[in-house]
DNA sequence: TACTGGTATGAATCGGATA
DNA sequence: GTATCCGATTCATACCAGT
């Protein structure tokens, strides 16, 4: 398996890609939320907002200063086009938190797809709330580009539990690769994943152990050359292996069954 | 712990309770959803897109056949109520499946609730989706008239497991007792539940169970016996017992913790 | 290796002080 | 009065070191 990691603006590099080119669209957008009031979420950094009242060394990450308007409409364009580079019958997974639920759907189906789903991913370890609820969920929103392919045997759970990595974390949003790879499944075998807000690299790594390609793009040089390590190594690691993963479907669970 | 239950329209009866005289809305409205295009939604009985594929023999009930629109206007008319007659830093809790999501949080925002968070109802039994991810959550959108009282000494946890009643069970919707007994944890220790689409008495009885009074408005003649008779056995049971439940803050879990 | 106990941390939130 | 900043807070879990 291979893959190919961009360097630049998503829009930008998206717009230049191929119709009809990756099986499913695979991101985690910065969320532009954090904050009480509009202000307070557009005038901190992601950081700022998001690590307050710990202390960590992990980079800033841009694009986090958007208010909600400003938010769907540019959501919904990169979904736009990633509609368009997504062949018919290939599937779109949207990570968000809480507040932009309502932002996502509208920016998933203004774009084109048939929204078709919503995914809970709890995180066991997360901070309490003093008198009320507290939030142990981001959530996945799922469409299709047309329709489901129902010819697939395939089945995939509706919730993941799972906790954000500790131990070499080098992003502050990074995702467990366990749950990437539950998620990189939707995607054929052999085929393509396109994921514009790579990050640390997450989901490219999934799609390579789980056997299918990757194409990602990143605008942080700094994150760029971490997910390029990342994926390099996997990369080095499978085709020193005996054998290929099998190309055709898998119906076994990547991992072990979402709730414990 | 006592109740309270009026037989009649929401609206109608919550327009004649008095302001500020319950402590926490907790309730299930009929969701509207079922069906990809709105023919599919209005065209079918409540019975006929919540249990297809299955024989069963409970009540149909009504309002189920409003579109996207119509249902966020109704729903927001509802929670106004609601919100007129919780007091200050009360809470509502708002049940709603994927595709009511956004409309839910337009209501509740609408009404007038600060929209303060979204927790997860898994549902470990349910069916799978060929080809794609199962739907296996419902959610709750939870919001506060003003603040959050910061006072409290009270943790909640973000999600639930559980899975709907099987042995017994006497409405389509029917909530495990469970899941709603860690609800209704919301209201004071005391305090006052207001449900008005009490069905089949889950709410209820989960208020009265965790030492709460309870105000509930079924509008079909038939739940409104079934939610009497419950309501009517738990208070007779807690009559029973040798002491009342203790009214101060209850800071234990009132069931296992929420995951497995 | 399996278990135990200690420690650190989280896409946070809120009130109140400061500018 | 408004916008911004600062610091206290909380529990479940993950990790680590030691037995």
Redesign the interface.
Known sequence: MTYTLHQGDALGVMSRLPDDSVDALITDPPYNSGGRTSKERVSRTARDKYTSGTVNTLADFPGDQKDQRAYTRWLAEILTEGYRVTRPQG?AVVFCD?RQ??AT??ALQMAGWLW?????W?K?A?R??????????E?MF?G?KGS????????????F?GSQPRKGRVHITQKPVELMRDLVR?CVPGGTVLDPFTGSGSTGVAALLEGRQFVGIEVTPHYWQIADTRLAEVERDLASRPSDPPVQEDTTAATAPA??
């Open positions: 599937l809480w639920g309502p759907s509208d078709s789903g919503t995914l809970s709890i066991p997360c309490p709330r003093k008198g009320g609820f507290r939030q142990s969920c959530y799922w299709v489901l392919d129902s010819s697939r045997d395939l089945y995939l759970p509706g919730h539990t939707v709730s414990t």
